[in-house]
């Protein structure tokens, strides 16, 4: 793993599931930024630059998106199928973490390209166990082609 | 007027070798003055015996009176119809004979010559075939059958009445191959061609299916079988077949598959709102484990001020959890009849809203108008007022920061919509399909679990009626229209009710 800090966009918009989701990251031994947005609307928004989110410096394009699916004002899929239809954002790994254990809603996100499908578990630890397992997986092993812009 | 001939001079010969049963009588007497072979062979009397005879003795004792009039009326009358009568063989059997009498001199004296052919045998099938015609024709009624019989050569089509009934048409109605095909419905017609002329080429019977359009536009749908006559060469000459209504099976089809596709879609309506549920129950469960594991730690660590705020957190999802719960267990049973529909009064429906919501309104400072004469509706009283307080209580709700929050409560007869509006932070279009589903809420931060628009539409909707939202997008207020069953009694609307007559 390079020095390079990771960028880790948690679009939540249940604050106290965000604030488990984050402590669970901040206990990582290599500790990803976070980026944390509440609906959908901020989220395309924020990956397409616009304001408030035009400054690069301070809106990074992230390395891996995690993606509620109920979400106010645009629904998660449909930030999916957003992100998976532009030709700059798609190769950034989305993963989607939510409670819903819908069959519909697994096949929609994977039918929207989605990288990942997770629920999310009701135990504490295996929360802390599959956010290692993401980081591990998607900020380490996993290579995302160098097209997609980074942050240096 | 000529004398009648006289029987002697011209027709001894042809009497004696006719085949038809005649003789001669005597119009005063009644009594038979010859008889010839062909009436002796159908009677079984002999001549002699014949001669013994009058006239009388050949009928049932009812039909003399008969006999005597009419031989009174045609004494003096020349060549004439005698009708038909019944006469008794000499052994026992009755023949029926159709009669024509002849004046002419018999020995000098005035006699009638009569001619009886036996129609017995013509009557008897004409009998049969007039009781076969009308059993055809009444099974062909009770089945809601007609027939057509169709001459290729000549193009003539032949309709019986209970066909042009089918087709809407007066009995006995001109009917030719254009005609039919102009009253097939215009999407069916290449098919119902199609098969007619498969049958003519083909030579067998075939059964095909259409609809009618009646001239009073009424739609049938009709079952066809027919088949191909041919001649002694196997030429096909004529299409002889039935129609029979089956619109009512269709009917009951189309209805079947509907009430499939309903189930179907309940049922699917059902599998989301389970996993809804069981997705929106995990919520505050997770946050209730999550922080459950952090209290521990804090605990441990001494971090006081972490621990208060986490156990604040999992105090609010617990309570979340029941709110949820009360929530579902109202909107199962709004499916059920609470209290069975009547008519009643929305003005008071509204009112008794804004007195549940007197905290909320005053707090907020809020006006709200119930329009005058609203018209009266058929519904469960304590289901119509939830709905208004659900729609009041949210528009209160959704105020922003409005300086002179108003709420008005009204009917629009153009489309027959109750309303609810106000002029408060409104909502975008693109959420409005959205605003009714369970628990779906598009402002996060606000109190509640996004069950109430869900329960007003199924509310709405067990009624009978729609539920649909308007609003020109943020900042220019909401608009909720909804539909319900108008009181059963007209003008139940209250006083002065303008608009209850206007109700669809």
Request: hydrophobic share 45%; charged share 25%; aromatic share 6%.
């Amino acid at each position: 793993m390079d020095a390079t800090e990771h960028v880790l966009l948690l679009v939540e918009d249940n604050p106290d599931h965000a604030e488990l989701v984050l402590r669970c990251l901040e206990a990582q031994p290599a500790r990803p930024r976070v980026v944390h947005l509440t609906d959908g609307e901020a989220t395309l928004a924020y990956l397409t630059h616009r304001p408030p989110f035009a400054d690069a410096e301070s809106a990074p394009t992230p390395d891996l998106v995690l993606l509620d699916l109920r979400l106010p004002k645009v629904d998660g899929l449909d930030v999916l199928r957003a992100v998976k239809a532009a030709p700059g954002l798609r190769a950034i790994p989305v993963v989607v973490l939510t409670s819903s254990a819908a069959p519909s809603d697994v096949t929609g996100a994977y039918a929207a390209h989605a990288n990942s499908y997770l629920v999310k578990p009701l135990d504490h630890d295996r929360l802390e166990r599959m956010l290692g397992d993401v980081g591990r997986y998607w900020l380490g092993w996993n290579r995302s082609p160098d097209a997609v812009p980074s942050t240096a | 007027m000529t004398a009648p001939s006289a029987f002697e001079t011209r027709l001894p010969e042809l009497f004696d070798t006719h085949p038809v049963p005649m003789w001669v009588y005597d119009p005063v007497t009644l009594r038979y003055l010859a008889v010839n072979p062909a009436m002796v062979a159908a009677h079984g009397y002999s001549e002699a015996e014949f001669l013994g005879m009058t006239l009388a003795d050949l009928l049932p004792p009812e039909d003399v009176p008969r006999l005597h009039a009419h031989v009174t009326q045609t004494r003096e009358k020349p060549l004439c119809q005698a009708g038909r009568w019944r006469h008794r063989t000499k052994h026992g059997a009755v023949i029926l004979v159709e009669a024509t009498s002849h004046p002419l001199t018999y020995a000098g004296r005035p006699a009638r010559l009569v001619m009886a052919l036996d129609v017995t045998e013509r009557v008897r099938v004409e009998h049969e075939l007039r009781v076969h015609e009308e059993r055809v024709r009444l099974a062909s009624r009770f089945a809601g059958m007609g027939v057509w019989d169709w001459d290729l050569a000549t193009g003539r089509m032949a309709w019986d009445d209970a066909l042009c009934e089918l087709y809407g048409l007066p009995p006995g109605f001109p009917i030719t191959y254009r005609e039919w095909a102009d009253a097939v419905h215009p999407d069916d017609l290449p098919a119902a061609e199609a098969a007619v002329r498969g049958v003519i080429a083909g030579g067998h019977a075939g059964a095909y299916e259409f609809r009618v359009r009646r001239p009073d536009g009424a739609v049938r749908h009709l079952r066809s079988a027919c088949g191909a006559v041919t001649d002694a060469a196997g030429h096909v000459v004529r299409v002889v077949g039935i129609n029979i209504d089956v619109t009512d099976q269709h009917r009951a089809a189309e209805e079947r598959e509907r009430l499939i596709h309903k189930l179907e879609d309940q049922n699917a309506e059902l599998e989301r709102f389970v996993y809804t549920v069981s997705h929106d129950l995990k919520s505050p469960l997770i946050t209730v484990k999550g922080f459950l594991g952090h209290l521990g730690k804090s605990a441990r660590a001494g971090n006081w001020e972490r621990f208060d705020a986490d156990l604040a957190r999992v105090g609010k999802a617990a309570e979340k959890m029941r709110l949820l719960l009360d929530d579902l267990l109202q909107l199962s049973r709004v499916g059920r009849v609470a209290n069975p529909p009547r008519d009643v009064s929305v003005a008071e429906a509204a009112a008794d809203a804004v007195q549940l919501l007197a905290g909320p309104v005053a707090a907020r400072g809020v006006e709200v108008v119930i329009e005058p004469g609203l018209p009266a509706v058929h519904a469960d009283p304590v289901r119509l007022t939830e709905v208004l307080v659900n729609l009041i209580g949210n528009a209160v709700k959704f105020m922003g920061d409005q300086p002179r929050p108003r709420v008005e409560v009204g009917f629009r007869p153009a489309d027959g919509a109750f309303f609810v509006a106000d002029n408060g932070i409104g909502i975008d279009p693109a959420y409005h399909a959205r605003v009714f589903a369970l628990f779906e809420r598009l402002d996060p931060a606000a109190e509640g679990t996004g069950i109430g628009l869900a329960i007003v539409k199924r509310i709405v909707e067990v009624h009978g009626g729609r539920i649909w939202v308007e609003s020109a997008g943020r900042g220019v207020g909401t608009t909720f229209c909804f539909t319900l069953p108008p009181a059963a009694r007209r003008g139940e609307s209250l006083a002065g009710g303008g608009g209850g007559s206007d109700f669809p």
